[in-house]
């Protein structure tokens, strides 16, 4: 209906209804985008973050990586001297391997922010959907009162 009624030149709340029909959309796709972003910190809890991604870290875990990289460096000048010979070599290579990934678990408090704003913005969206209502109605009213004093 908020459809038939944008076409007709004579409603004088042409733009109110506009602005409120494009809100309702917005609400409606932001709601959808992050209710999909909650399933997927359900299914996904856990983030691999590898040293190339580093760059998007916070300044700490950019510190801890660059000193795991430093590490690994030394590591490999260490096994390429001729001077020394390192017997667990390939355990300590494993090692870093293991140092170079770190794991971090969604915490739950950035499930409830999401979940919190999502029922805000249903909220937000029932009053939305209120306020189109009653846009229609009036429009309806206005419509047959026209109709009814042409007759």
Not at 1 to 29: A, G, H, S, T, V
Not at 73 to 85: A, C, G, H, M, V
């Amino acid at each position: 209906m908020e459809l038939i009624i944008l076409k007709d030149k004579d409603y004088e709340k042409i733009d109110e209804l506009k602005e409120y029909f494009k809100r309702y959309i917005d609400l409606n796709n932001e709601i959808d985008i992050l209710e999909e972003t909650l399933e997927n910190l359900d299914t996904n809890s856990e983030v691999r973050i590898s040293i190339e991604e580093g760059k998007f870290l916070s300044r700490e875990l950019k510190r801890y990586l660059d000193l795991v990289k430093e590490l690994e460096d030394q590591l490999e000048r260490l096994n390429n001297s001729e001077y020394i010979t390192i017997t667990n070599y390939y355990n300590l290579k494993r090692c870093i391997e293991e140092l170079k990934n770190i794991y971090i678990n969604i915490n739950s408090s950035l499930k409830w922010n999401i979940y919190y704003k999502i029922e805000e913005l249903k909220k937000e969206l029932k009053e939305v959907e209120k306020k189109l209502k009653e846009m229609v109605l009036d429009y309806e009213l206005k419509r047959s009162n026209k109709e009814g004093s042409k007759k």
